[in-house]
């Protein structure tokens, strides 16, 4: 049997369409980009993800240039036209004649836009106000970018300058604020209109605890630090549409924690991960940013895992997975992800199957857009581990094709990101 002209033509309109969407035969076209920074090279690796399989392909030119030294933690801007990352640098400390200054030229954030098929170029970069910046988030609208800092500048004045990083009474972090061009993506520094310094002047950052490790940008409009040097979270309100920080009439609130290590929630509860006690803490929101426990206080991690690093809540914030990095099982101490169902009380409910394997030191946890799979980055041995996620029991499968990706060729896959459609 033959095709007429017309068949043939139809087909090949049909396959040149197909390549346009990113669709072949054994996939069914790109639901999404995700980009992985690593540390060994200083790079950002960027794939495809494809909807039937979940496979990641990696997008043209990948591996980009992190656009610094050290980069850590990245966001995505809603609408996924631009991509920021955060290069922690090498912060130096130089003391002469008995006077110590501190210096954090290496490090910076740097604005990549993104392509349509999801390649980064790379724009420009600034830096933060602080010293040693760790952490980057936007709020819900995403107008603005908050920097954490873990020392402050009024740190340094208070005599905070020996070795980084520090837990003592006078090193305290802070956050630096930026407005968002929606055209651009440029960054523009926000002044902190509460305070001032010595000269009079708007201070350019907002001050918070003792050795902030993470924040997170809550649904109630407030961003909480989480601060590893007394182990409590320092609550602004950011809620008003101009990206300002304001204090609120709650102090910094007290965990009771030996070892935090992690901040996340939904609409209704924040959790926070305790790597000391090996435990879960759950909080409901309170009024002017305050925190209060939810009835039966907190988790146990499952059996057999240790070191609780990060949490992450599915879309839908049905379902807490937490990364440990270890286990206490001396035959199999593998990274793992523990897996709940949040209750209705904020309570968890270990997840049948679960703890679920994963790459070596797992930092970070992503979603893809259309809530099929999860990726996990893992620092120790440079892969991104995929799983297929039950929506309806939060349970968690291997991909069809291979669940582990090689990002970098030797450790170092530290955070990811994921977009959608780009807008």
Same mark, same amino acid.
């Given at each position: 049997m033959t095709l007429s002209k017309l068949g043939r033509a139809a087909l090949a309109f049909v396959a040149a369409v197909a390549m346009g969407l990113g669709m072949t035969s054994c996939g069914g076209g790109t639901i999404g980009f995700m980009w992985v920074l690593g540390t060994q090279y %200083?790079?950002?690796?960027?794939?495809? +993800?494809?909807?039937?399989?979940? %496979? @990641? /392909?990696? /997008?043209?030119?990948? &591996?980009?240039?992190?656009?610094?030294?050290? &980069? =850590?933690?990245?966001? =995505?801007?809603?609408?996924g036209r631009y991509v920021y990352v955060l290069n922690a640098g090498s912060p130096t400390i130089t003391t002469v004649a008995g006077v110590s200054t501190i210096s954090n030229n290496s490090s910076n954030i740097s604005i990549f836009s993104v392509g349509g098929d999801g390649t980064l170029n790379y724009q420009e970069s600034f830096p933060s106000?602080?010293?040693?910046? +760790?952490?980057?988030?936007?709020d819900t609208s995403g107008n603005f970018l908050y920097v954490l800092d873990q020392v402050s500048p009024d740190a340094i004045a208070a005599g905070c300058l020996t070795t980084l990083p520090q837990s003592t009474a006078n090193c305290f972090g802070d956050i630096t604020a930026y407005a968002l061009d929606p055209d651009t993506g440029r960054a523009t520094l926000l002044q902190n209109q509460s305070f001032k310094n010595a000269n009079g002047t708007q201070l350019t950052y907002f001050n918070v605890g003792l050795k902030p490790i993470m924040?997170?940008?809550?649904? %109630?409009?407030?961003?909480?630090?989480?601060?590893?040097? %007394?182990?409590? @979270?320092?609550?602004?309100?950011?809620s008003g549409g101009t990206g300002q920080l304001v204090l609120t009439t709650n102090a910094a609130i007290t965990t009771g924690a030996s070892q935090l290590t992690s901040i996340n929630g939904n609409a209704s509860y924040l959790y926070l991960t305790d790597a000391g006690a090996n435990q879960i803490l759950p909080y409901t929101y309170g009024t002017n940013c305050a925190l209060n426990t939810v009835t039966g206080g907190s988790v146990n991690n499952l059996l057999l895992t240790s070191n609780p690093v990060y949490s992450f809540i599915d879309a839908k914030g049905k379902f807490l997975y937490v990364l440990n990095q270890s286990g206490t099982n001396v035959?199999?101490?593998?990274?793992? +992800?523990?897996?709940? =169902? +949040?209750e209705s009380t904020g309570q968890l409910q270990a997840i049948a199957g679960s &703890?679920?394997?994963?790459?070596?030191? &797992?930092m970070c946890m992503v979603e893809d857009p259309t809530d099929q799979y999860v990726y996990t980055s893992n620092f120790f041995d440079g892969t991104v581990t995929g799983k297929l996620i039950n929506q309806n029991t939060g349970e968690l499968a291997l991909l069809s094709r291979g669940s582990t990706f090689n990002a970098f060729a030797k450790a170092g896959a530290t955070c990811l990101v994921i977009s959608g459609n780009i807008d």
């Open positions: %200083n790079q950002v690796a960027g794939y495809k +993800i494809d909807d039937y399989t979940g %496979n @990641l /392909t990696s /997008t043209v030119g990948s &591996p980009y240039t992190s656009g610094g030294t050290n &980069p =850590v933690m990245l966001v =995505v801007k809603s609408g106000a602080g010293y040693s910046p +760790i952490y980057l988030t936007t924040m997170k940008y809550a649904t %109630n409009g407030c961003l909480y630090t989480l601060d590893a040097g %007394n182990q409590s @979270l320092f609550p602004y309100s950011a035959n199999n101490a593998n990274s793992t +992800i523990s897996a709940f =169902v +949040i &703890p679920y394997g994963v790459g070596a030191g &797992p």
